[in-house]
């Protein structure tokens, strides 16, 4: 579900082009959720091929890739691996809400009101091994790099953009904050939504923690506090409390022990956010797009149109001399004056 912090950080809004350059380590998983969730029939069905075959996935992964390809971003995706044991409760849980939703679904078709029905077809989302293959091919043929990480690919991401890998981070949940990015970017879901959603909405960790007045080790504390993918929480706990108790700087043991907290747990929990299993990754290397291949998997394979594949070739394109070119310094940030360190060069 990811950290609900968002009352407490203030991103830095910037038109996508303004990237143009520069590498962004997405957390792959979150993102094809996000499409599985989203983008969907009217009443509430993945969308299909003619052979039954979902192509949701597929459709949202071509289409985001590209879009900001043209725009000269690079987008290097990461997937997930094995998840950490820890995180069992939580995945049992999840399937128990999906079993719940797609009854409730079900019941709202039955009703005929497709709007409900759509709503809680957006909590079913299944992702198999299977499309995550697919998406990779497809990049694959996009020119496009993608890394398996060993375990959480949000991790895995914030660890390449820790390293200088890549420039950011890009999830559109904030526990990449609390893996150590430097720098996260959210919005890309909501690229395409109408006007004002095309921007990135870019958050400097270290910025935040000044802001917060905290520093990493109690933004983790502070996780582990609400409740994280990993742990319950303490009871009563939301993020401004959370935040309040933290900001009391009374050490790691004397504020879980005032939270009523296990000690050991949170100490487990906070040890996946300190050193969490991830593998060393060379810099990515974008490699030439192959438009045969795209259309043979889009085209051939699940009877997309030839037209709107080719479009998205196109935009790809379009794009690649703004790749081959260094990123420029980004616009002034006005009063937030500590985001001047945006204006650097990175990858």
């Known amino acids: ?143 496009v790099p993608y890394l398996e990480a060993p375990s959480e690919g949000e991790a895995q991401a914030a660890a390449l953009a820790a390293a200088g890998t890549v420039w950011a981070s890009a999830s559109e949940d904030y526990d990449s904050l609390l893996f150590g990015t430097p720098r996260l970017v959210r919005g890309l879901a909501a690229r395409g939504r109408g006007p004002g959603t095309a921007a990135a909405q870019v958050i400097d960790r270290a910025d935040l923690l000044v802001d917060l007045g905290i520093d990493g080790e109690e933004l983790i504390l502070m996780g582990i506090l609400i409740g994280t993918d990993y742990n319950d929480g303490a009871a009563g706990f939301g993020p401004k409390r959370a935040l309040r108790l933290v900001r009391e700087h009374l050490g790691w043991e004397a504020t879980v022990r005032r939270a009523g907290l296990d000690r050991a747990e949170a100490e487990a929990v906070a040890e996946l956010f300190r050193h969490p299993q991830i593998v060393p990754a060379e810099p990515p290397v974008f490699g030439p797009t192959d438009p045969e291949r795209v259309r043979e998997l889009l085209v051939e394979r699940h009877g997309f149109s030839r037209e709107r594949v080719d479009l998205a070739l196109a935009r790809a394109d379009r794009g690649r001399s703004r790749r081959s070119h260094p990123p420029a310094p980004l616009p002034a940030a006005g009063h937030q004056s500590r985001l001047d360190r945006f204006e650097e060069t990175a990858p």
Do not use: C
């Open 1 to 143: 579900m990811g950290l609900p912090l968002r009352d407490l950080v203030h991103p830095r809004e910037l038109p996508w082009d303004q990237l143009a350059g520069r590498t962004l380590a997405v957390d792959g998983y979150n993102a094809l959720y996000q499409f599985l969730a989203t983008i969907r029939q009217r009443d509430g069905q993945l969308f299909t091929d003619p052979e039954g075959r979902v192509t949701t996935h597929l459709i949202g992964l071509l289409y985001r890739t590209t879009s900001l390809l043209a725009e000269g971003v690079r987008l290097y995706w990461v997937f997930d691996g094995a998840p950490p044991d820890r995180k069992s409760g939580t995945l049992s849980g999840r399937f128990r809400a999906k079993e719940r939703a797609e009854a409730e679904w079900k019941e709202a078709l039955d009703a005929g009101d497709l709007e409900r029905a759509r709503r809680k077809a957006a909590a079913t989302s299944r992702l198999t091994r299977e499309m995550v293959q697919e998406g990779e091919r497809l990049l694959d043929a996009l020119g």
